[in-house]
């Protein structure tokens, strides 16, 4: 599977939209971006997946560029409990594990 | 989403002892289990892979004899840590994944996590 860059980290305030990149620039044609989210000391949550369109669902938006060299998840208007690690997975649909690199520390702010 | 539930949320042992930690997929079955361990502050890391009636896959570097993995069932795997030691403290997680209908399928869904702390 491809490697992600993400950035540490990033803060954002309370009720404005929350932009967290990553960087697949070595995608495969087959891989698709998931994104989940790790509350402390929660299991991973998952959020949402696509191959090359982009996505929305309840939780969140995914902007996939159209090379698929990067996407951005969009959670539209951030609130406290948001505060999380996202992770962002380039993984082969029938693939089957999910490996984790070190993700964003997403902190929203009052 | 479908529904991962991990048993025990948090358990202390004694040196030595074995502790076993159990992973059901709700209303899904999981051919294929994971199960992941991270210590603080770092990422989650993948220990082995479950498959139902079938012995499980270890990554390079995890003990297969410590770290005993059972999947008897579509619904249920079971990590064992045996002769636990306080090094092997950790939050230890399992996934499933689902294979069900609409764009959910083949997404992988994870447990609470398990926390051991071994005295």
């Known amino acids: 599977d491809a490697k992600t860059t993400q950035p540490p980290s990033m803060d954002c305030a309370e009720g404005r939209a929350a932009n967290l990149p990553c960087n697949h620039s070595?995608?495969?044609?087959?891989?698709?971006v998931y994104w989940y989210r790790q509350i402390h000391s929660q299991g991973p949550q998952y959020i949402i997946h696509g191959l090359k369109n982009n996505e929305t669902n309840e939780m969140a938006s995914l902007i996939i560029t159209e090379d698929r060299k990067s996407s951005t998840l969009i959670l539209p208007h951030a609130t406290l409990r948001d505060t999380a690690v996202y992770y962002c997975?380039?993984?082969?649909?029938?693939?089957?594990?999910?490996?984790f690199g070190a993700g964003t520390r997403l902190t929203v702010k009052p | 989403g479908a529904v991962v539930s991990q048993h025990p949320s948090w358990v202390i042992c004694k040196s030595g002892t074995s502790v076993k930690i159990e992973c059901r997929s709700l209303d899904f079955q999981a051919t294929t289990m994971f199960w992941y361990r991270q210590f603080p502050k770092q990422s989650l890391m993948l220990m082995a892979t479950s498959n139902e009636g079938s012995k499980a896959t270890y990554e390079q570097g995890v003990e297969k004899d410590k770290f005993l993995i059972n999947h008897a069932s579509l619904t249920l795997s079971t990590l064992t840590v045996t002769s636990a030691h306080p090094e092997d403290s950790s939050f230890y997680i399992c996934?499933?994944?689902?294979w069900g209908q609409g764009r959910s399928g083949n997404t992988i869904y994870f447990g609470e996590g398990s926390w051991l702390t071994v005295v």
């Open positions: 997975i380039v993984r082969v649909y029938n693939n089957n594990d999910m490996r």
């Open positions: 996934s499933a994944r689902d």
């Open positions: 070595t995608i495969s044609g087959n891989e698709y």
